[in-house]
Structure formats: structure tokens, C-alpha cells
């Protein structure tokens, strides 16, 4: 027994603070021997201490334990680990480099931080991210849970930290741009505007220098710690301020009524390919945490970003689950969206499950019972699962929604069709299942692809800043410029534009599902027809705070929308009504120009459609016009001669093209004329039947 330290215990894995010092478990069934380094900061070239972990004592199955008296929260560490360097086996032990805990709920990035060096042969503890000691019972969370809002009333907006406040023009003051401090200051904006759930770009701690070109990963995409939130979104320098500043951010939000859901990334990690860097798994359990093929000697690649978590290995299962429970239990966050959620579904041969286990582990888990889940329900091999993803709670993000939206209004043929569908919360997609409206994300933008703007005044991308010869990003956008590619002076032009961008979201909020729009999209935010801005962290992704008072009408009609759809009925969800029950239930029809007599035809004319629902004491009647000319669209007849009132006409300039309920105007006659390329919806209450 070494006075300076004990063996420990196996569990908890991590870094656990416990009276009179911290226990340290680490998890690796192929190492030989593990070194635990403390540091005295996080530039510090060598550790002040090395506990060599016994072998014998501190190592019981395959984990690797000791209990270090004395220490404290904010003590900065790693691991070192070694073992057989049989690299086409897919063993790639190194004891030179120092390793994050996989466990770690805290991470600290020295100044000189080189992912190079993690690469390259050599020590380099000088240059090496490094975990932090964390006592997640240290805060005081003044009676906050998470709130649990009914997805019936849930609006998502898309938001990365930084890029929110960012830009001088957004008046956070400059320690606080790009935080999640300066995030709080903004949080008047989103009450304002209506929305009830933002959810963040990657927040776990990544590698910035994950991109070529010496490009920087903004977007976040690379994470090396599934516990720890990333620092350089903290205005706070020490070691522990990242963790309290995060909580901060989310109290402050519940406050306000908002929920906070996280993008995470489940399925590949910072560390690349086979010449990748050696930085925290690879160097730790290399053939538990990855997917190999080859024997060991390449990483299988299903995610385009150089390998694949084994998200189906037991250990590896019980990470992702047990990371998912401390940001519920520990950081109060309300639910997460999965990153290429597919490959979640993939065995270690990379075969799809008919049942993997992680996929239920994490929907059966009691401490997640209630969490949000929102899968993207595909991957970068191929893999396509919307309407087919496994489990009986996630929520999917529907990229058919998007797709078949974008083609309607800019004509397409054979979208009519689609786009009925759509409306109605993709029965065609999800009624099989019999589960609820909401299980379809509807969204026609996010950070992946054009912003709404650049929908609407871009036919090709324009990723030349990216320095990949504008060959990244998607080149299929279903965009359409509205006949000039990128800015124009052209009064027309603009406002066919502003109009388009005004129907792309008027039919994200007025289809059954739930509603998700991308930060900036309510004020017309450009990236220059970038629609691969992973690498840019400059004003091409910032949002530009000037934009809130030019486009100050698009701003009103989201709100207005917003602001009506949170007063739908939460009577379908209390009593578990599922969307093919509902459309069942519901006084609907369908017409065209002429009522009744819709054309579901597939000529490039079939571009026009009308609804007619009755919700509850309201009857609707919308009218979308995709076609270049005004079509006249008969109306229903009322009943006892009541008029039909104009709820919204994007045709029209704002204040008129969307109008309070109350105060609606009447539409007289028995047809509307509805402009080219617009959208109107009449309202009426509805008479006792």
C-alpha cells in the first residue's frame, strides 16, 4: 500500500470525488499498464505526479482503478497507457501521449494545443488536451429540473453558441460573445420570438483542428469527451467555469420557458482514420470503441468522417447511456438530437440490427423516460431510415419534409401530392406506426445545407471559401434563385424572394408534426450560398444582428405563426392520439383551383392546391399557389352566410400578409384570387354541428 494513494475501486467510471480525495477508473481490456498523470496546470509540459497503477491490486477485470486522497474538483489529468502496438491487429497503444478519460466531465485545452502532435511520434503532454476533476453535486441549481414540455407545443430553433452572439453587432459585450454567458443575454430575443426549445450545435467538447486545409471546425462535429462541455464557449478561464457556465445557460433558459436539446455525436470521434491523432479511445481500447475491418488494420467509415463508434459494444453502449444520464441528471438538458442516428443501428461488422440494443438501451432507460429523442435517421454509407427507425419514442427529423416542401413551391412536378402528405404529418411515412403527430421533425433548413435565404437566391452552392474547389456540400439543393443567382438590386426579384421565404415557413408551421427552423431563417440570414459552412467561424456563419430590424416583416410573420401555433390543443397527445387517428377524425378536404377537384397530376402545371380542415371551433381553408401566374381559387360555402376571414397572404406586404385573429379581415365573394407563388389561409369559427 503506497501512502500517496490506494487501488480504489472499479465503479464509478471516471473521475469521482469522494471524502478525503478522488477515485480514478479507467476501462481497457488489451493494456498492460496505465499511468494516471496529474498537472499542475494545463500547460504544463510535464506532470507533476505519476501514479503508476498497480497491476495487480488497482486492476480488477478489465478496469484499471485508484484512489488519490488529498485532491480536489479542478485537478487537471490524463492517462497514459500502454500495451501492444500491433497496428494491424488494430492495436495502437503509444505510452508517449497523453489520453483523455472517456469519462471525463471536464476538459482544458493548453494554449499551444497541436492535434499534430497527437500524431506524431513523441511525447507530448505540453500540447495535449487534458481532463478535469469534477464534482457534478457542486452546484446549486435553485430548484430547476428539466421541464418536460409537451411536444404538442414544442418549436425547435437550431442554434450553434458561438455563432449566436459572435458578431460585434449583436451587443453582448466582448468577454461574452460566443458563450454560453453571452447566449443569456439573448434570451429576451427568444421569448419574443416565440420558440420553445433551442437546440445547440455540438456542446461536448471537440477538436477544433479536425479540418483540413487549416481550416477551423466550427460546427463542432469531432468530439473527444462525451461528458465534458466544450471551453472555448465559456467567458470563464478556469478549469471548472465551462461546467457552472453551461448549467448557468440552461437554469436561465428553463427560466424563460425554453427547453435546451443537444446535437450529439454518438458515431465517430475526433481521432480520424488509421493516420489519425492519438488523443483519448484509440490510445485507451482502440477494437472496443471503433468499428475495424480489415482484421483491425482500417477503420470502417460509415459516418465520412474517417471511422465509426461501436456504438453496439457493451462498453461502449453503456458509455453513450451513461453520458446521456448526466446531462440529464447533472446538466438538466430536456433531450438530444442524434447525429446520423443510423449508425446507431449497426453491429461491429457495420451490418444494420433489426433491435440494437444501444438504440433501447437508451429508450428503455427509466432516468431517460420523458427526455426528448430526435434521431437523423440515415447515414453517410447509405443507410436511410426515415419511417423505418427502430424504438417506439424518437422523434425523427423528416428529411422527405424538407425535400418535397423545397420542390412544391419552386414547381416541380409531381409534388402536389407530396406535399398534401406532408402537410398532414407524412402519414405516408409514419401512419404505419400509429404514433403520434410529432414523431415527424418538419424543417426545410438546418445548419446542413442553404439557410432559407440562400433557398431562395441560389441555384448552385458556393463553398469556393471552404478551399476544397467548391467541391463539398451537396450539389442537389432543390434551390431555386428566383431568376438571379445571389444578391440583386431588382425590387422584384426581392420581394418574389422575401414572398418565397415567407411560404417555405408558413408550411413548416402549419403541418401537423413538430416545427424546427434554423438560427437567422426568421430574418433572411445569407452564408453567400455556403452550404457546407462547417469550417467557417466568421461572419459567413455568425448571425448578423442587423438583419433582425431589415427584415423586420419576416421576423413578425414568424412570430405571429409561432405565436398561434402554441395555442393548438394538447387534447390529441394527453390521450395518446396517433396521427393516423387524428387524420381519421379530422373534417378535412382536399381541392384545387375548383373545390373538390384536386389535381394530383404529375405535368408541371400540377403545381396548386387547397385544404379545408376543421380543428376544434376553427375552420381552415389554405391555399397554396407554386404556379408563375394568380390563380383563382373557389371557396366553401359557410355555414349561416358567415364570412371567411384572411389570416394570411404572403402576397402581400407586411403588415397585411399575416394579421392578428382577432382582427382578420373579412373576404368577401365566393373566390379568392390567389398572386403567383403564394400562400393564403382563411379562418372562420366553426358552428355547433
Known sequence: MNATHSPGQSSPLGATVVAGGVNFSLYSRTATAVELLLFSDKNAAVPSRVIKIDPAAGHTYHYWHVFVPGLLPGQIYGYRVDGPAVPERGLLFDASKVLLDPYGRGVVVPGNYSRDAAAQAGDNAAQAMKSVVVD??????????????????????????????????????????????????????????????????????????????????????????????????????????????????????????????????????????????????????????????????????????????????????????????????????????????????????????????????????????????????????????????VGDAWKEWNGRFRDDVRDFFRGQSGAVRRMADRMLGSPEIYGHKRREVEQSVNFVTCHDGFTLNDLVSYNQKHNEANGENNGDGANDNSSWN???????????????????????????????????????????????????AYCQDNETSWFDWSLVQQHADVHRFVTLLIARRLMRTLEHEKHRVSLVELIENARKEWHGVKLRQPDWGDASYSVALGAALRHERIQFHAMLNAYWEPLDFELPTLAQGQPWRRWIDTALDSPDDISLWETAPEVAGGVYRVQARSVVVLIATALPS
Not at 362 to 369: F, M, Q, T
Not at 507 to 527: H, K, N
Request: aromatic share 10%; net charge negative.
Open 482 to 532: 428566383c431568376g438571379v443567382e445571389g444578391p440583386t438590386d431588382d425590387p422584384a426579384i426581392e420581394k418574389l424572394r422575401n414572398r418565397q421565404v415567407k411560404n417555405l415557413l408558413a408550411a413548416t408551421f402549419l403541418s401537423l408534426g413538430m416545427p424546427m427552423f434554423v438560427m437567422g431563417d426568421e430574418v433572411r440570414r445569407t452564408q453567400g450560398g455556403n452550404n457546407n
Open 136 to 389: 457534478p453535486q457542486a452546484y446549486d441549481w435553485e430548484g430547476d429540473e428539466p421541464l418536460r414540455l409537451p411536444s404538442a407545443r414544442t418549436i425547435i430553433y437550431e442554434l450553434h453558441v458561438r455563432g449566436f452572439t459572435q458578431n460585434p453587432n449583436s451587443g453582448v459585450g466582448e468577454t461574452k460573445r460566443g458563450t454560453y454567458a453571452g447566449l443569456i443575454e439573448k434570451i429576451p430575443y427568444l421569448r419574443q420570438l416565440g420558440i420553445t426549445a433551442v437546440e445547440l450545435l455540438p456542446v461536448f467538447q471537440f477538436d477544433a483542428q479536425d479540418c483540413p486545409r487549416g481550416k477551423v471546425n466550427y460546427w463542432g462535429y469531432a468530439p473527444v469527451s462525451f461528458f465534458a462541455p466544450h471551453p472555448a464557449y465559456s467567458s470563464r478561464q478556469d478549469a471548472l467555469g465551462p461546467i457552472d457556465e453551461f448549467r448557468d445557460m440552461v437554469k436561465a433558459l428553463h427560466r424563460a420557458g425554453i427547453e435546451v436539446i443537444l446535437d450529439v455525436v454518438f458515431n465517430h470521434t475526433a481521432e480520424g482514420n488509421e493516420r489519425g491523432p492519438t488523443l483519448c479511445f484509440s490510445g485507451i481500447d482502440n477494437p472496443t470503441y471503433y468499428i475495424l475491418e480489415e482484421g483491425g488494420a482500417r477503420y470502417a467509415n460509415y459516418t465520412g468522417c474517417g471511422n465509426t463508434l461501436n456504438a453496439n459494444h457493451p462498453i461502449v453502449r453503456r458509455m453513450i447511456v451513461d453520458s446521456l444520464r448526466y446531462w440529464v441528471a447533472q446538466m438538466h438538458v430536456d433531450g438530444f438530437r442524434f447525429d446520423l442516428a443510423s449508425i446507431l443501428t449497426r453491429d461491429a461488422t457495420g451490418h444494420p440490427l433489426p433491435n440494437p440494443p444501444v438504440l433501447w438501451d437508451i429508450e428503455s432507460d427509466p432516468a431517460l423516460a420523458g427526455t426528448k429523442l430526435l434521431a437523423e435517421a440515415w447515414d453517410a454509407a447509405g443507410l436511410y431510415q426515415v419511417g423505418s427507425f
